[in-house]
C-alpha cells in the first residue's frame, strides 16, 4: 500500500520533512498534489470531515487525515519501525521534532513578521528588526540546544546508533538555514561542529541518495519557509 501524501506542490516547506522520511525509510507514497496540483490538494481536504487537517502536510489513511509534522513522523516512525524504538527514544525523538518545528516557524516569521497574509514588502522595516534577533539570539540558541543533544548521547545520531527521523529533520533544518542565512551560518559553522557534522552524515546516507539527486527533492525559494532576503542576512 501506498499512503497519499499531501502538501502544497511547488515548495518543499513542511512537506519536504515528512518526504525525507518516507524516502530514507522506503516507504512507498504517492505525492498527490504534485500530480494533481494545488487545486486537488483544496479538494481533498475538504473530504476529511470526521478529522480533518488544519493544513497541508498530512497523510490520507482510510478517510483519515494524519497532520502536524512532529505527528506524521511519529505516526511512520511506529507503524514502519523506522529509527530507534523504545520508550525513551520515543519521547525523546518527539520531543527534538517539535523544537525542530518551533524553530522552522520562527525562521519563517523572519520575513512575514506583522502577518502570514501580507508581502514580505509589505513587512521588510519589521522583518530587518526580527532577523537582527533571529541571526544574533535564536539561531545559536537553538542550535546550541542540539549540540548538546547529540553530545549527549555521544554517539553519531540524536537517539544512538542509528538515524532517526528526527535527524532527518535536523539536516532539514540546517540546509534550509544555510540559505536563508549563508553569511550567518558559516560565521557560527564552528561552534556547533556536532550538529554541522549530523547534516553532513545525513547528505550522505545511501538510502537518500537517489532521492537527494531527483526532482522530486524541491530546491529551497522565496516561496517557501526558508527564503534568502539579502538584507535579511549578515555575519
Known sequence: MAYDFWYWPEIPGRGEFVRLTLEACGIAYRDRAREGGADALIADMADHGEAPAF????????????????????YLSERHECGPSGMKSRYWLAQLQLTIMD???????????????????DQKAEA????????????????????????????????????????LSLFQLVAGLRYAFPLRMAT???????????????????????????DRRLPFSEDGIFRHYPELDAP
Request: charged residues 20%.
Open 55 to 74: 493544513a497541508p502536510p498530512y497523510l490520507a489513511i482510510d478517510g483519515v487525515a494524519i497532520a502536524q509534522t512532529a505527528n506524521i513522523l511519529l
Open 103 to 121: 524553530m522552522v516557524a520562527e525562521a519563517h516569521d523572519v520575513h512575514h513578521p506583522v502577518g502570514v497574509d501580507l508581502y514580505y514588502e
Open 128 to 167: 530587518l528588526r526580527r532577523a537582527d534577533g533571529f541571526r544574533n539570539a535564536r539561531i545559536p540558541k537553538f542550535l546550541g540546544y542540539f549540540e548538546r543533544a547529540l553530545a549527549a548521547e555521544s554517539r553519531p545520531w540524536l537517539a544512538g546508533g542509528r538515524w532517526s527521523y528526527a535527524d
Open 188 to 214: 557560527l559553522a564552528e561552534q556547533f561542529p556536532a550538529v554541522m557534522a549530523l547534516h553532513d552524515r545525513v547528505a550522505a546516507l545511501p538510502e537518500l541518495q537517489d532521492y537527494l539527486a531527483s
